[in-house]
């Protein structure tokens, strides 16, 4: 940013056609702009001896006595402000409270032996004071903005706007402007077209509660704010524009979670047209390498092609389909080991239907055994039956479960494994989905306490092969798993020849360190696929199309194949920002309850309001608690 010293305009008595200024005293404060020559960040031994004017908030001051020291800070940076005790300017910044909004005028001076601060851009010169006028008195801060202590959230929520100024939270917010403009520009280079869609539509059931807009036009009648541009961007394919994207807004009535703001979020969305899956994944691979090696600080960035984990592999390997492949540990299934054995916990509870996962534990057999115990508690205290576990000392095992289960099953499971002679290995058995989900949990917990997680990298994969359906325990019927709109892999053929429970999809999910930044899929852009697979689901043609009647009914006038994605803008800014909590890169939130502190949403409305939407409340106006 360029500033400029003096306003544009001619000296008094000058001219093109003359150099020599007039003889009338020259007033700096005449010519300068009123607020600031240069920001916070940009002045450098190359400006010593100007004279300038800052503007700005008192970040510090330090008194030393018969001088004061301020640090001056705007969005860009800050500058050290001397003012001496002879100056005029002295009394005033002596009462000044913090944050409040100075200008200030003086003569930028060169900073010399220790008194350089290598850390700041500007740390080679300050600026001594002639003049300041405070602009702007600050009343007594509820948080204050210098350091990084951290403050309730419903302290920081409600004055978000002194949040936003403390230095870490304002480079998170910076950071995610860069982002979004670098993904912007990387789409637009891979041959993307960005378009706007609707953000007033129609309510459909897309796996999480809608926000509704009450029309005033036609009462008891609601719009819904889009969970996702998702059947607008396949229409945006049927009409013919083959290659879509835009940062696109996404509303959700859901629960808050570390990686998920509750109401609102922001995604990188995209389609494109006569793609294969690979094509889906060749096209935003070198977007999200490029965009996270741009603003990884020096981390290392899997290079593409991303690796492809089937589904069911992440499960068995890694207990979940967002793995964190940072973590070197991985799972093995080894129900055949204890089947029948000598641990009769286990060698019943398969009998039942039960599999054991093993979790190696490297290097622990040399630790205390409260580590293993803590182990098997962790998993109590998280509604588990526990782990067994055994621990090699010096290639001895120990424990009950090793004793039990015998000399030869143990040495087959140490060479399924590769087991090292000082080696842990923990055990989860239950039914599979249960078992994974406890050994995926025990994995991350192994790799963080034994420090294995690998450091400075972002790791990416692709989960792919998702099951089309599965079953759902409760309603006792099959269901859609994954994204009703994908294709199934074989198409009609497999809809009517396989077990539902057999059919994989052509859907894909891309994870970076265990998160997972969004699903995508091949879409099924057949009306007879679409109306088979949604019978299968237990739903009628009919409700096909009374739900999605924009969609099918467009499909009948010749759909090209095609399919997409939606990277999650808030969490890429969340990884590359290292930031454990989605709400340090948002610039505001609401809280864990939905609620906008700080502008007082949701709020009530007036009866008047009501009216015109044809809106009126019966009874308890608070939401009940679903049974």
């Known amino acids: 940013m360029s500033i400029p010293l003096v306003a544009d305009k001619l000296l008094p008595n000058q001219d093109l056609a003359c150099s020599q200024p007039s003889v009338e005293p020259f007033k ?3 010519f300068m702009h009123p607020y600031r020559t240069h920001h916070c960040s940009q002045l450098a031994v190359s400006d010593v001896d100007s004279l300038v004017r800052l503007s700005g908030w008192v970040y510090r001051v330090r008194d030393h006595g018969n001088v004061l020291f301020i640090d001056l800070r705007d969005h860009y940076g800050v500058t050290q402000v001397v003012v001496d005790k002879d100056s005029s300017a002295f009394s005033i910044i002596q009462s000044v409270k913090l944050e409040s909004v100075i200008r ?3 003569k930028v001076l060169a900073r010399s032996g220790d008194r350089i601060n290598p850390n700041l851009p500007t740390g080679e010169i300050e600026v001594r ?20 202590a951290e403050y309730p959230e419903e302290i920081r929520l409600r004055n978000r706007f002194l949040d936003l100024r403390r230095e870490k939270l304002h480079a998170n917010i910076v950071l995610r402007s860069q982002v979004i403009a670098s993904l912007r520009r990387r789409m637009i280079d891979q041959g993307f077209t960005e378009f706007q869609t609707p953000i007033l539509t129609a309510s459909s059931p897309e796996g999480a509660r809608d926000f509704l807009v009450p029309s005033r036009l036609h009462h008891g009648k609601f719009y819904a704010l889009p969970q996702a541009p998702q059947m607008f961007k396949q229409l945006l394919m049927v009409a013919g524009f083959d290659r879509y994207f835009q940062i696109a807004p996404c509303f959700r009535d859901e629960d808050a979670r570390a990686d998920r703001s509750p109401g609102e979020f922001y995604q990188l969305d995209f389609e494109m047209s006569f793609v294969t899956q690979e094509d889906v994944f060749q096209a935003i691979e070198p977007v999200l390498h490029g965009v996270f090696e741009e603003f990884s600080n020096g981390k290392s960035v899997t290079p593409p092609p991303f690796p492809r984990i089937s589904y069911k592999e992440a ?8 793995p964190d492949l940072r973590n070197p540990i991985e799972i093995a299934d080894v129900t055949e080991i204890f089947r029948g054995g000598g641990f009769g916990v286990f060698a019943n509870a398969i009998e039942q239907g039960s599999v054991v996962r093993a979790v190696p534990a490297p290097g ?8 293993f115990d803590g182990t098997n508690q962790w998993a109590k205290d998280e509604g588990y039956a526990g782990l067994g576990y055994i621990n090699f000392k010096g290639g001895e095992p120990g424990g009950g479960v090793a004793k039990n289960l015998g000399p030869e099953r143990v040495a087959q499971l140490v060479s399924q494994m590769g087991l090292g002679p000082d080696d842990g290995v923990f055990f989860a058995c239950a039914k599979p989905n249960v078992a994974a989900k406890l050994a995926g949990a025990a994995r991350t917990r192994v790799g963080t306490e034994l420090g294995l997680i690998e450091k400075d990298t972002f790791k990416f994969c692709w989960i792919v092969d998702f099951p089309m359906f599965e079953w759902d325990e409760v309603e006792q019927k099959v269901i859609f798993s994954h994204n009703p709109f994908s294709m199934p892999q074989g198409e009609m053929e497999a809809l009517q020849t396989m077990d539902p429970l057999d059919i994989l999809a052509y859907q ?17 852009h057949k009306p007879e696929i679409m109306y088979k697979a949604f019978e299968i689901a237990g739903y009628d043609q009919s409700v096909v199309d009374e739900q999605f009647r924009g969609m099918i009914n467009a499909f009948k006038y010749g759909a090209p194949p095609h399919g997409g994605s939606a990277p999650g803008v808030d969490r890429i800014v969340m990884l590359l920002a290292d930031e454990p909590n ?12 939905a609620e906008d502190l700080m502008m007082g949403a949701p709020s009530e409305v007036t009866p008047k309001q009501l009216k015109e939407l044809g809106i009126r409340f019966i009874g308890d106006t608070k939401p009940q608690t679903p049974n």
């Open 28 to 30: 700096a404060e005449t």
């Open 104 to 106: 200030v005028d003086g």
């Open 129 to 148: 004071a002639t003049s300041i006028e405070i602009m702007s008195e600050a009343a007594e801060l509820p948080l204050p903005i210098a350091g990084n």
């Open 315 to 322: 499960m068995l390997k890694y207990g979940s389909d967002k």
């Open 364 to 371: 622990a057999g040399v630790r205390a055994r409260s580590f």
């Open 508 to 524: 894909y999910d891309i994870v970076c360190n265990g998160i997972e930044l969004s699903s995508g899929a091949i879409r099924n």
């Open 582 to 593: 989605i709400r340090e890169v948002i610039l505001f939130p609401m809280n864990q309850k």
